[in-house]
């Protein structure tokens, strides 16, 4: 008798991603909130991380980018709706955030929160939504 606790069945993987999926998307709607409402000071000092990729001009815009990918990325993920290209816009801003901490030496612990976000959302760009999305109903397959 198969042990069901370890089946990795086709149902499994679905129900994986979607959890994955939705708990990585309310994490984010969570942590983008605050910067999201915190204007164009908070920004600012946000889109301050692009300097570290040679980006150095219109901080608060790219400030704004990161805390709309993560709020806007999130509600996305949760809902399964254009979840490859939130996922990549939501990988791009965890790069930075992981380049911005190693660039400024902190410590590993801090280095690994972004991080883990990249692995997460690579992954997601990779497997699509899953069954259980908005996005399955418009594509077979997931988009």
Excluded: C
């Amino acid at each position: 008798m198969k042990n069901k606790m370890f089946n990795t069945s086709n149902e499994g993987m679905k129900i994986a991603i979607f959890l994955i999926r939705v708990s990585f998307g309310i994490i984010y709607i969570l942590h983008g909130f605050p910067k999201i409402a915190g204007g164009p000071e908070q920004w600012a000092q946000i889109g301050g991380a692009m300097g570290f990729v040679g980006l150095g001009f219109a901080p608060a815009f790219w400030g704004f980018l990161a805390s709309l990918s993560e709020f806007g990325g999130g509600i996305l993920l949760v809902i399964g709706l254009l979840t490859r290209p939130a996922a990549a816009l939501m990988a791009f801003t965890m790069l930075i955030a992981t380049i911005m901490h190693i660039s400024v030496g902190d410590p590993l612990s801090t280095v690994l929160h972004p991080l883990k976000g990249l692995v997460v959302f690579a992954a997601l760009v990779y497997s699509g939504p899953g069954q259980y999305s908005v996005d399955n109903s418009f594509v077979k397959g997931g988009a």
